[in-house]
């Protein structure tokens, strides 16, 4: 296996691509593959026809069968990206085909090792984190046409239909509408350490509309397109000793499913504008970001290396930079504020039904796997308190602002 590094680009201070970020994509995996090579072919099988066998009950008994696969004929980050994008998938459908109450204790061995071993060439944890499920799990259905949700289609999915698949593109849009936010992230960080005021403020300005634009692709997030990312195991009261991976660890561990909180710009925003987050809070927001793609780990900690944004305004004179840092956190603050909406409306109201058998036609069809475990109600997919977090870290970035 031959993770790439990207480590060819030059040392530049904050270059995007020594970060696995671009221009272009942001944090997404641009361009990702959509099949494995051949000797892949009983895990994509197995991938594609996910939402079929677990509504079936067919997967475990699938996966039972399916031949032990060594991860060394895997070559690049993109191959590595789709085998763990597939494995994830694969194991998510394994543990919860049966719902809260069917889960296993056992990830077998023939899934177990090479989902192990892929994680670690890149760096990822062995579940299904927001790596997966959005930055890696998208194809355009004309290749040459534009990246807006009329042209996106997933390349993985789960019992969910339309739902699943919309939660899952509309995340993948609001990481699309952040991409001009990272280069104004370095742009802001070079104008300070130059002392560029006029830079510094236009930097500012365009990070506010690239957040105010996540906004507005969110907001797309209507009726049908109401799911979840990955359950985990950890903190999870229908796993309570965690997941042993057979051939891995005799002993069982413990990690949190995909979740907004692992997406990297949302991290960057936070420690370029000095937002301090509760001691609750923040330490449940590190620990999300031993599920980044280390690249894009590496950056946020560059950003929190650098010189602060926030001493630069409060130190300067210039009535107009003030305006524009405080605009930024304005908008963060609202984008968390509508993230909180969301949440509420479809997530806690979607596990609320599921509670009481009534979960919407597109995830029933015979299986437990389209409905979101109960103890959505009161944590998130990461595992967190949904409700108290979420309004906790909108709370402390509205305290980020700076009195005039």
Not at 32 to 49: D, V
Not at 83 to 101: C, D, K, N, P, R
Not at 194 to 214: G, K, P, S, V
Request: contains cysteine; proline residues 7%.
């Amino acid at each position: 296996m031959e993770p790439g590094d990207g480590s060819e680009e030059p040392a530049l201070p904050l270059a995007l691509a020594r970060f696995q970020l671009s221009e272009e994509y942001g944090s997404l995996l641009p361009e990702p593959l959509t099949e494995l090579p051949a000797p892949y072919g009983p895990w994509m099988e197995i991938a594609h026809n996910l939402p079929q066998l677990i509504t079936s009950h067919q997967l475990r008994s699938r996966v039972h069968q399916m031949p032990q696969l060594s991860t060394r004929h895997l070559r690049g980050r993109e191959e590595l990206h789709l085998a763990h994008l597939v494995l994830s998938f694969i194991t998510m459908g394994y543990i919860w085909q049966e719902g809260e109450e069917g889960t296993v204790k056992v990830l077998p061995r023939n899934l177990a090792v090479p989902f192990w071993e892929v994680s670690q060439a890149l760096g990822l944890p062995p579940i299904l984190s927001h790596a997966d499920f959005v930055l890696a799990n998208w194809r355009r259905k004309n290749p040459n046409g534009p990246l807006e949700i009329n042209n996106l289609d997933t390349i993985i999915s789960l019992p969910g239909g339309e739902s699943l698949r919309g939660f899952i593109l509309v995340t993948l849009l609001v990481e699309k509408a952040a991409v001009p936010g990272f280069k104004a992230i370095v742009e802001a960080v070079r104008a300070i350490l130059q002392l560029d005021e006029e830079t510094l403020c236009r930097a500012l300005q365009e990070l506010t509309e690239a957040i105010r634009d996540m906004s507005k692709a969110l907001k797309q997030m209507h009726g049908k397109h109401c799911s979840m990312e990955g359950s985990s195991w950890k903190d999870n009261p229908a796993m309570p000793d965690g997941l042993i991976y057979e051939g891995v660890s005799d002993e069982p561990m413990e990690y949190s499913g995909g979740s907004a909180a692992q997406s990297t710009i949302l991290h960057a925003f936070d420690e370029l504008l000095g937002i301090r987050h509760s001691k609750e809070s923040a330490a449940f927001l590190h620990r999300m970001r031993d599920y980044m793609p280390p690249p894009h780990r590496a950056f946020v900690e560059e950003i929190r290396r650098a010189p602060s944004l926030k001493q630069h305004v409060l130190s300067s004179r210039d009535t107009r930079l003030h305006k524009a840092f405080n605009q930024c956190v304005s908008a963060l603050a609202d984008f968390r504020s509508y993230h909180i909406t969301v949440v509420t409306k479809y997530i806690t109201i979607a596990a609320t039904k599921a509670k009481a058998g009534q979960a919407e036609p597109g995830g029933k069809s015979g299986s437990s796997m389209g409905k979101p475990p109960s103890a959505l109600e009161a944590k998130g997919t990461g595992g967190s308190h949904i409700f108290s977090f979420l309004k906790s870290i909108r709370d402390t970035t509205r305290e980020g602002m700076i009195n005039a």
